[in-house]
């Protein structure tokens, strides 16, 4: 009886929605993008981010470290959103993750930094008034070394202030931070996607869900794009 309990609770909690409680920016403000970012696990589906950064390009600045870092103000289950983002051009930067401990691993907090390519490859354009469905972003560290690139180490600085130098060691794209308890690992470079998954059923399946989360608020009149 308690297991059934345990799962009925779980179920519950899982299925439990936050609702936005920032209004639509009016009239040409009004704008959001909606997608999903994590790791893969080997059970249960993807360690989700908690916290997610992204730039709006700009031609007339030379490097991306100029520009103002964002960062996600909403989320709701496995989808984080930006709401009242400025029509333009964006790209992702960087994630934040919480990973929980176990019996051979303590708690951590895991920050992410992309390399330029990634940072190519995630380039995606808002238009005004619309939620806007990217799909889903699957990350990975994949070692692209520090200071071949002093802009984007300049960048993970922002998002992490021990990024370049962390208890004397250069750290990875993915470093632990000692807020919890985590270690830094021993090893320099980056994070990428892993895989950027923007098929139609994907994109229908976070369609149906977004929805929902914004059923009963003013986002909810705003057409979505996909």
């Known amino acids: 009886m308690r297991i059934f ?4 609770l779980a179920v519950t909690l899982f299925n439990c929605r936050s609702k936005p409680e920032i209004l639509p920016n009016y009239p040409n403000k009004s704008s959001a993008i909606v997608f999903e970012m994590g790791i893969p696990k080997l059970l249960f589906g993807d360690q989700s981010a908690q916290r997610v950064w992204l730039v709006k390009l700009d031609k007339t600045k030379k490097k991306i470290s100029e520009l103002q870092l964002m960062e996600s103000n909403f989320a ?4 984080l959103y930006y709401l009242n983002i400025e029509p333009g051009e964006y790209a ?10 176990n019996q051979n691993q303590p708690e951590a907090n895991f920050y992410h930094v992309f ?9 995606f354009t808002v238009k005004p008034n619309q939620v806007l469905v990217l799909g889903k972003y699957r990350i990975a560290y994949n ?5 071949q690139d002093p ?3 300049n960048v993970g600085e922002s998002i992490v202030g021990s990024f370049k130098t962390s208890l004397g060691i250069k750290v990875a794209g993915a470093i632990a ?3 919890l308890g985590g270690g830094v690992p021993d ?15 994907l994109k229908a399946e976070i369609e149906k869900e977004t929805k929902l989360d914004l059923e009963g608020t003013e986002w909810f009149t705003i057409p979505i794009a996909k």
């Open 187 to 201: 090893t320099s470079g980056y994070s990428g996607f892993q895989e950027i998954v923007q098929t139609p059923e």
């Open 115 to 123: 390399d330029r390519a990634n940072l190519e490859k995630s380039k």
């Open 151 to 153: 802009d984007m180490d």
């Open 5 to 8: 309990i345990t799962l009925a």
């Open 177 to 179: 931070s000692a807020l």
């Open 76 to 79: 709701s289950q496995t989808r």
């Open 92 to 101: 992702f930067v960087g994630a934040h993750i919480h990973q929980k401990g």
């Open 143 to 147: 070692g692209t070394p520090l200071e």
